[in-house]
């Protein structure tokens, strides 16, 4: 599994999690990874972290984290069902779609996760900023859904 976040600013870390995503195992990755990079690239405090509400995502733990932490960066909130907005599934899909294409397939983990890597430090930054333009116009597609289904 990987882990990874990035802002129109600039492309943050990805980790490579070799075992299931719980929430102590989440902890660290937004303790360690997400609030550094937070901190940099919104250095006043005005950024917005957005994540799914993956059962690690809501534990306790990591909620009373990120409310310890409000003043440095905002978790943008979403009801439960909600639809999926984050614009992280598109860079996954663009990954999973270069790995396919790639020859010969990957032979083993290690060779994946190197492609895996390659892969993300290669992506374009114009694809990135394009998808946290396209923010405003996701939330606004999906309220005026009244949280049904959109095009994105």
């Not at 306790?60 to 979403?78: K, N, Q």
């Not at 790639?102 to 290669?122: E, G, K, V």
């Amino acid at each position: 599994m990987l882990w990874g976040t990035f802002s129109w600013a600039a492309l943050g870390p990805i980790v490579v999690v070799e075992q299931t995503m719980k929430a102590a195992i989440y902890l660290n990755i937004i303790a360690d990874q997400l609030h550094p990079y937070m901190a940099f690239v919104f250095p006043t405090g005005n950024g917005i972290f957005q994540q799914d509400n993956a059962p690690c995502h809501k534990a306790r733990i990591v909620l009373e984290w990120f409310e310890e932490h409000t003043d440095e960066f905002h978790l943008m909130s979403l009801p439960p069902n909600s639809p999926n907005l984050n614009p992280m599934e598109h860079i996954w899909d663009v990954m999973e779609r270069q790995l396919r294409d790639q020859t010969p397939p990957c032979p083993n983990i290690s060779i994946l996760r190197d492609r895996c890597l390659d892969i993300w430090y290669n992506l374009s930054p114009v694809m990135y900023q394009k998808l946290v333009a396209s923010m405003p116009r996701r939330v606004a597609a999906v309220l005026k859904a009244k949280g049904g289904a959109t095009r994105y």
